[in-house]
């Protein structure tokens, strides 16, 4: 992209940003911390509501990956700061810039488009890219996507195979 970032682009973005990244929080809460109370009379049609929803959060996911092509997913590894990926020859110039995108979820449309610089690129192509600051708002809603996550890989590592 050329520089500087027209700041119109990263004021629509960081919008766009901001819905895509609770969007995807609402998503991960899987209701009640608690255990649920069995002697609520409701219980039980919260629950089966509950799996509905996420069915149907599959389907649309669905289709939106069939009438909406994707890029070929990558492993990519970030946080509010930067991020790291698997680059393909010809390798971005150290110190160019652009738009890092990241597709978080099937069933949401938009992916997080994140400005940054390339950092560095390994001789094996890990390409570090360094990110504009995505604002406090941003930050704070990409820490906890990443603490949920590890926390998930975490618990999947204790969780023995059956």
């Known amino acids: 992209m050329p520089e500087p970032f027209d700041p119109a682009i990263v004021g629509s973005f960081a919008d766009r ?5 609770q969007a995807v929080a609402a998503l991960d809460e899987h209701g009640q911390i608690e255990k649920p109370d069995d002697n609520s009379p409701h219980a ?12 149907l959060l599959d389907m649309v996911g669905a289709l939106l990956i069939a009438s909406r092509p994707r890029p070929k997913p990558a492993a990519v590894r970030f946080n509010a700061l930067g ?9 971005p110039p150290l110190g160019n ?7 978080l979820r099937d069933c949401v ?6 400005f940054g610089r390339i950092a ?3 001789p094996d192509g890990k390409v570090k890219v360094r990110f504009v600051p995505p604002g406090e708002n ?9 603490f949920r996550k590890h926390r998930r890989q975490v618990a999947g590592v204790r969780q023995p195979k059956k």
Request: glycine letters at 6%.
């Open 17 to 21: 940003n901001l819905r895509v990244l």
């Open 44 to 55: 039980a049609d919260i629950m089966r509501l509950e799996m509905k929803m996420n069915l």
């Open 83 to 91: 991020g790291v990926y698997q680059g393909a020859s010809p390798f």
């Open 97 to 103: 810039q652009g738009v890092l995108e990241v597709y």
């Open 109 to 114: 449309a938009d992916p997080l488009r994140l």
């Open 120 to 122: 560095s690129v390994s």
């Open 138 to 146: 941003i930050s704070d809603l990409l820490e906890k996507l990443a």
